[in-house]
């Protein structure tokens, strides 16, 4: 059982930055890949980055590629989703998701929802023009 708590989400206005955390039990959260997914209201929940078990390896979408940073402190058993540049159409609620079946997901993309099993419950993130 994993469980897996968002937070660092808010208001903040156009070219802005926030930093979200998610906060991950369990020993073994070091051999797991990671990931960021999206949802805005009245969409599908889309991938925005994945790291690997030692962070070694991370993968972006498009949309986000050169803005965005995810990193991970496995001492802390916490990964972070740096925002920069923020722009209106980040708004939505940021989700965290664990893979307990893989350790790197960056190879294939890691845009799979299937493939993470473990998901926290979601933090808001709302960008102001």
């Known amino acids: 059982q994993v469980q897996l708590v968002e937070s660092g989400g808010g208001l903040v206005q156009t070219g802005g930055s926030l930093r979200l955390s998610c906060a991950a039990s369990g020993r073994t959260f070091r051999n797991y890949a990671m990931g960021w997914f999206r949802q805005a209201p009245g969409k599908e929940r889309d991938f925005v980055a994945t790291?690997?078990?030692?962070?070694?390896?991370?993968y972006y979408a498009n949309s986000v590629k050169g803005r965005f940073t995810i990193s991970r402190d496995n001492a802390k058993n916490t990964v972070y989703l740096q925002m920069n540049s923020l722009i209106p159409e980040d708004t939505a609620v940021y989700y965290c998701?664990?893979?307990?079946?893989?350790?790197?997901?960056?190879?294939?993309?890691?845009?799979?929802?299937?493939?993470?099993?473990?998901w926290g419950q979601g933090t808001q993130v709302t960008v102001s023009s």
């Open positions: 790291i690997s078990w030692s962070g070694g390896n991370t």
């Open positions: 998701a664990a893979s307990t079946q893989y350790s790197d997901l960056s190879y294939i993309g890691g845009s799979d929802r299937e493939k993470y099993d473990y």
